[in-house]
């Protein structure tokens, strides 16, 4: 039980704390589930934020772990009262859940501020769920403690071990080029999902928990344990005991997401060969804080090894990374090697360092040592140049090496609709040597900057045994992903960006080395085209949700977030409701 003698002022006691009318009313509307009258009384009221759907597969089994973080919330003393908000899940949501992001933060931020809450346990899994819900929380800043729902169990096809997202990425491919026929294609399906739980590669959302597990937000060893675990429950269930805690110390969200804490998710995404869409949810999340971080600030995880053996970028899945020691031993090595601010805060109370320190390795093929790295430099490398001013992004550790400085020449899609009807075309003049480029994809084109930016290459050169070749885009590409993919050029081609301006024909040169990117073309073309395209412009008027996301949505250097949600609001007690 909780020290009450600490006197904590809980915010709930706004609502259930008075005799008057206010909280006649407030008590007895809630008692009609059977809650007695002394749960009233000085006890914290735990806001469980349930993103659980059946059309998000990956969190469909959320029930289960409310359940056990319930139990936690009482025996710790606390009342338990869980609350749904929107479940934009990657798997289903068209035409992409980046779109319902902001929309899930919005929902997540007003439920929390509006209702009788002192603490909030964020359940969380599928790829938006996580930032959109600490976005929310974030501009609330109560005390707060993420639980994930964990990575599904390996995929298995022909007696090995398949990666979810990764392996239909791959097999397509072996498709289009005729190395397998379509009933191979097919009979993968049923193997690759076989269990609860996010994809088990080193996509999106498994590099979204380790990122709420970096920062200090999730109690350690929350990223990697596998869905059915049982050990799943277990931190579930410590997890509802620890928000109690938190709460009568008030240990709000904002003491734990501190600069250096965003560092450390930063050196972190680098040793785990993470998402490249971590650039923009960890920015989004730090604007809601109120913490300053750019992309410049990636340079910090620049020369930071990859340590982490996980597909797409090497070889296992989640739950070989889990039984290996998970992001523990991640965190003692990058500590080891010095590039770890052990002094971090996490919301169980210990120091980052505290937590991680006495971390075993049960298996160093899986989680290098920092002598036998998987990629020497893994962190995300920041392009610029004129064809992206304010910055591109391209993850090394899923690139081919031979074409990290390459110079070719354009092959030009203007959106994605276009792509789909060149690509098959055998006439389409392409090589291996050019440069595929992709417009109207990014926040305000697409929109909601859909996961298209690992353009499938043409079928005549997969067939001529071609597997990689310099791709850019506006767009974002999935974290299961894979191939020299340059994403997130800012600005986007439908805010009149240079990308806009690209012809067919035109050469482009990579550096990613040397972090440039630049068209090969004068500064006097360049405005000239895109003075045309200015004038052409039409805006488009679509009216709903679609139509505000497209008008208030920053770009991707900035966190794609509403211009209008940027910042902490806190949690004051609004105005009574009758």
């Not at 067919?504 to 040169?509: A, L, P, W």
């Amino acid at each position: 039980m909780p020290d009450t003698k600490k006197k904590t002022t809980l915010r709930s006691a706004s609502w259930f704390g008075t005799n008057d009318k206010n909280g006649f009313m407030y008590r007895s509307w809630m008692k009609n589930q059977g809650i007695p009258d002394h749960h009233f009384q000085n006890r914290p009221v735990i806001g469980i934020c349930n993103t659980w759907s059946e059309l998000t597969p990956c969190n469909a089994h959320f029930r289960e772990i409310a359940e056990r973080v319930k139990n936690g919330i009482r025996e710790a003393g606390g009342i338990p009262v869980e609350f749904p908000v929107f479940s934009n899940g990657e798997s289903n949501l068209r035409p992409t859940a980046m779109l319902t992001r902001n929309l899930a933060a919005m929902d997540t931020e007003e439920a929390i501020r509006g209702n009788p809450i002192d603490g909030v346990v964020l359940l969380v899994g599928c790829d938006k769920t996580t930032p959109a819900l600490l976005m929310g929380a974030a501009s609330c800043n109560l005390p707060t403690l993420v639980v994930t729902g964990g990575p599904m169990l390996n995929g298995k096809h022909k007696g090995k071990d398949v990666g979810s997202g990764t392996l239909v990425w791959r097999m397509h491919e072996e498709l289009k080029a005729g190395a397998i026929d379509i009933d191979e294609f097919l009979s993968a399906e049923a193997g690759m999902s076989r269990s609860a739980g996010t994809c088990n590669t080193m996509g999106t959302a498994s590099t979204m928990a380790c990122m709420a597990e970096s920062l200090g937000t999730s109690l350690p060893h929350n990223a990697a344990i596998p869905a059915v675990d049982a050990r799943r429950y277990v931190l579930a269930h410590m997890s509802g005991m620890r928000i109690v805690e938190m709460v009568h110390e008030d240990l709000t969200l904002s003491k734990v997401l501190t600069k250096d804490a965003f560092l450390n998710a930063i050196r972190t995404n680098a040793a785990i060969g993470g998402s490249t869409n971590a650039v923009i949810h960890l920015k989004a999340i730090a604007g809601r804080i109120g913490v300053d971080l750019n992309l410049d600030d990636w340079e910090h995880g620049r020369n930071v090894p990859t340590l982490v053996n996980l597909q797409p970028s090497g070889q296992y899945l989640m739950e070989d990374f889990y039984y290996a020691g998970g992001l523990p031993v991640v965190h003692r090595r990058l500590a080891e090697l010095g590039v770890l601010a052990r002094d971090c805060l996490t919301v169980n109370g210990k120091t980052i360092w505290e937590n991680v320190q006495q971390a075993p390795c049960y298996n160093d093929d899986v989680i290098r040592p920092l002598n036998q790295p998987l990629t020497e430099r893994g962190g995300i490398c920041v392009l610029r140049g004129n064809l992206a001013p304010r910055g591109a992004v391209l993850k090394p550790s899923a690139a081919s090496p031979h074409l990290m400085q390459h110079r070719g020449r354009a092959v030009v899609f203007e959106n994605f609709e276009q792509y789909k009807a060149r690509i098959n075309d055998p006439a389409l003049e392409i090589d291996a040597n050019s440069v595929m480029v992709l417009k109207n994809c990014g926040p305000k084109g697409y929109p909601g900057m859909a996961e298209v930016g690992n353009m499938g290459l043409p079928p005549k050169l997969l067939q001529q045994g071609v597997t990689d070749m310099v791709r850019i885009s506006d767009a974002r590409m999935s974290g299961t992903a894979f191939g020299t993919v340059v994403l997130h050029v800012v600005p986007e081609a439908m805010d009149l960006g240079p990308l806009a301006a690209v012809q067919e024909g035109d050469y482009i040169r990579l550096d990613a080395y040397n972090g440039v990117l630049e068209l090969e073309v004068s500064d006097e073309e360049l405005a000239r085209r895109l003075e045309k395209l200015s004038a052409s412009r039409v805006i488009m008027r679509t009216g709903g949700y679609l139509e505000m996301y497209r008008e208030r949505v920053l770009q991707a250097d900035e966190g794609c977030d509403f211009d209008f949600l940027v910042g902490c609001r806190g949690a004051a007690v609004p105005a009574h409701s009758h």
